[in-house]
């Protein structure tokens, strides 16, 4: 097999046999958490289906130049639609512009594709708006959904796609294809594991992108150092965020949001893997410090911050009153 995608052998074994048996779906939805290899796995589908010269059935070559377009996005059969940035909003206009460029004949290939990432986050009016394509699709023309969930959508949506649910790797099957596959140091490949609950997309995004792991640190060490703060200090750190682009608060509330998970989870003795490794010392002593019932509370609170953040909520009174919400402790 050539599609090269650990952890998802089971949805190539499905989708190669789709192909041989001549019973390629008219859509399919790929679901799973962010980073876990959804987009990966549709665009592979893509190549398989229109790469001219295969290796074998369903194998695609992915050298020749219908296969890297594909992997880059940016080939003529390929309309790719999403909202503007993520946590943004997929609207109906977008929408109709894929089912124009899906009318189309086919430019070079055998099947024109659409691919509609994250379409959680299409209004009820775009999602709406596909399900003609959805029941009278072109024929040679294939739809992939991506989704974080199938049940965050119209259940008109998804009872029209083949739907395959991706789940993240072990933790320890993680790390070691790290190591063996990537080359990501011994000291390093264990952090990466955790961090990003064993999606493998999610991983190599922070390996490659060391920036990524140094803001990641810097919002942990915030809200720790926070936690012994006065409201008066906590309110001046959110004043700095009042002209912070919405993508930044959002990375930053998920960071906080995972630190409190892991205190929920220590706090309760289940045997789960931390996400934030590094900071296992301080997440067992808030636990402690704060009993389950809180640990919870902070979770749900950011989980609330975090929906209300796509809402055009001032970012700077969202801060304040996250933060104001969070208990003060005293420990070092």
């Known amino acids: 097999m050539t599609w090269d995608m650990l952890g998802h052998e089971w949805a190539e074994t499905l989708l190669r046999k789709h192909m041989a048996h001549g019973d390629v779906r008219h859509a399919y939805l790929f679901t799973g958490p962010p980073g876990v290899g959804r ?55 977008t929408v109709r512009e894929l089912q124009h460029s899906l009318s189309l004949t086919a430019y070079q290939s055998p099947y024109r594709v659409g691919l509609l990432l994250r379409f959680e986050e299409a209004n009820a009016s775009a999602q709406n708006a596909l399900l003609k394509t959805l029941e009278e699709a072109p024929e040679k023309v294939i739809l992939l959904l991506t989704a974080d969930e199938a049940e965050n959508l119209l259940p008109t949506i998804v009872s029209r796609c083949e739907v395959l649910r991706l789940r993240p790797l072990g933790i320890d ?49 915030d809200l720790i150092d926070l ?12 004043e700095r965020f009042k002209t912070t682009e919405r993508e930044t608060i959002r990375q930053g509330l998920q960071v906080w949001l995972s630190f409190w998970r892991d205190v929920l989870l220590a706090a309760s003795g289940a045997q789960v893997p931390l996400v934030n490794l590094e900071c296992e010392a301080e997440i067992q002593s808030v636990a402690q410090a704060v009993g389950m019932q809180t640990a919870l509370r902070c979770t749900t609170d950011l989980q609330t911050a975090l929906a209300r ?18 208990p003060r402790l005293g420990y070092p």
């Open 173 to 221: 099957a993680l790390e070691q294809a790290l190591a063996d596959r990537w080359n990501v140091p011994a000291e390093e490949a264990p952090l990466l594991a955790h961090l990003s609950g064993g999606r493998v997309g999610a991983a190599l995004a922070h390996w490659n992108e060391p920036d990524l792991r140094n803001k990641r640190s810097e919002w942990l060490q």
């Open 227 to 238: 936690l012994t703060e006065p409201l008066r200090a906590r309110f001046a750190y959110a």
């Open 309 to 326: 953040l796509d809402n055009n909520l001032n970012r700077q009174m969202l801060l304040e009153v996250t933060l104001m919400d969070l």
């Open 39 to 93: 987009r990966s796995l549709a665009l592979r589908f893509a190549q398989a289906l229109n790469c001219p010269q295969p290796t074998a059935l369903g194998e695609p070559c992915r050298q020749c130049r219908t296969c890297t377009q594909i992997e880059s996005m940016q080939h003529a059969d390929l309309s790719v639609v999403a909202a503007e940035s993520m946590g943004g909003v997929l609207k109906v206009d």
